[in-house]
Nanobody
Framework: QVQLVESGGGLVQAGGSLRLSCAAS????????MGWFRQAPGKEREFVAT????????AYADSVKGRFTISRDSAKNTVYLQMNSLKPEDTAVYYC?????????????????????WGQGTQVTVSS
């Protein structure tokens, strides 16, 4: 089993920045990819970004490309989401997730059902 704990959410004005953290514990050796999703009220959970745990390759949703950056610190078993130029439409609960399968050939996990472990979520609110 793998446990994921997010932190770093909060209230920020439009144009501001936040950095989310996700600390992984347990059988982290089984993780190949980690990702961030978000869910706004009344909407489905959507993919934000993902990172390959060993090689560090990344992928982003079009809505956050150029504004958000996902990174990881393997020594700390922690993944980060740096969010810049935040917009009111970025308001959501942000979830960290992990995958036990390896995706090769430039493929990456972007679907909710592809992820095996989830954190409890952290609220991000962007005011206009």
């Amino acid at each position: 089993q793998v446990q994921l704990v997010e932190s770093g959410g909060g209230l920020v004005q439009a144009g501001g920045s936040l950095r989310l953290s996700c600390a992984a514990s347990g059988r982290t050796i089984t993780i190949y990819h980690m990702g961030w999703f978000r869910q706004a009220p009344g909407k489905e959970r959507e993919f934000v970004a993902t990172i390959n745990w060993s090689g560090g390759s990344t992928a982003y949703a079009d809505s956050v490309k150029g504004r958000f950056t996902i990174s990881r610190d393997s020594a700390k078993n922690t993944v980060y989401l740096q969010m810049n130029s935040l917009k009111p439409e970025d308001t959501a609960v942000y979830y960290c997730a992990a995958v036990r399968r390896y995706y090769s050939g430039g493929n990456y996990p972007a679907g909710v059902l592809e992820y095996d472990y989830w954190g409890q979520g952290t609220q991000v609110t962007v005011s206009s």
